[in-house]
Nanobody, 122 residues
Framework: QVNLVESGGGLVQAGTSLKLSCTAS????????MGWFRQAPGKERQIVAA????????WYVTAVKGRFTISRDNAKNTLYLQMNNLGPEDTAVYYC???????????????WGQGTQVTVSS
């Protein structure tokens, strides 16, 4: 069993930044491809960014390219999402996810965090 705990969400104004963190426990963190997903009200959950097990390779959805940066610290069992130049369209619940079977570019998470709310006011 893997426990993923997100933190760092909040209410911010458009144009500002937030950094989300996700701390993992239960299994070897470096054995998992990791990703951030988000779900806006009335919409399906979608992947935002993903990172390979060693952290060398990343993937982003077009909407966040150049604004968001995913990273990980395997020594600290922690995943990060640096979000810059936030806009109201980024308002959503953000979820951390782990895939111990597949690859970062085709994530099918085995485990999910509980989510953290990000609200961006215009």
């Amino acid at each position: 069993q893997v426990n993923l705990v997100e933190s760092g969400g909040g209410l911010v104004q458009a144009g500002t930044s937030l950094k989300l963190s996700c701390t993992a426990s239960g299994r070897t963190f470096s054995n998992a491809a990791m990703g951030w997903f988000r779900q806006a009200p009335g919409k399906e959950r979608q992947i935002v960014a993903a990172i390979s097990r060693e952290g060398a390779k990343t993937w982003y959805v077009t909407a966040v390219k150049g604004r968001f940066t995913i990273s990980r610290d395997n020594a600290k069992n922690t995943l990060y999402l640096q979000m810059n130049n936030l806009g109201p369209e980024d308002t959503a619940v953000y979820y951390c996810a782990a895939d111990y079977v597949g690859n970062y570019y085709r994530m099918k998470p085995n485990y999910w965090g509980q989510g953290t709310q990000v609200t961006v006011s215009s």
